[in-house]
Nanobody, 129 residues
Framework: QVQLVESGGGLVQAGGSLRLSCAAS????????TGWFRQAPGKEREFVAA????????YYSDSVKGRFTISRDNAKNTVYLQIDSLKPEDTAVYYC??????????????????????WGQGTQVTVSS
């Protein structure tokens, strides 16, 4: 079993930065692909970024490329999402997910929500204009 706990959200002004963390527990979590998704009120949960278990492969949605950076520290069982140049449209609950099935894939496959096996409870990010 894998448990994921997100933290680091908050209220920030447009143009500011945040670093979200996804702390994982579980014996083999370090071998999982980990992704960040977000869900704004009234909208579907959408893919943001994902990283392979080694950190050697990352994938981003076009809407965040260049502003968001995903990284991981397997010694701490933690995946980070650095968010810069925040915009009001980034306001959402941010969730991290972990996938064992995605270990044999890369790139666009990381955006497929249905392939994630475990989810955290989410952390709220609110960007004021």
């Amino acid at each position: 079993q894998v448990q994921l706990v997100e933290s680091g959200g908050g209220l920030v002004q447009a143009g500011g930065s945040l670093r979200l963390s996804c702390a994982a527990s579980g014996r083999t979590v370090g071998t999982y692909v980990t992704g960040w998704f977000r869900q704004a009120p009234g909208k579907e949960r959408e893919f943001v970024a994902a990283i392979s278990w080694s950190g050697g492969s990352t994938y981003y949605s076009d809407s965040v490329k260049g502003r968001f950076t995903i990284s991981r520290d397997n010694a701490k069982n933690t995946v980070y999402l650095q968010i810069d140049s925040l915009k009001p449209e980034d306001t959402a609950v941010y969730y991290c997910g972990a996938s064992a099935r995605l270990r044999v894939y890369s790139g666009p496959y990381y955006s497929r929500r249905e392939l994630y096996d475990y989810w955290g409870q989410g952390t709220q990010v609110t960007v004021s204009s």
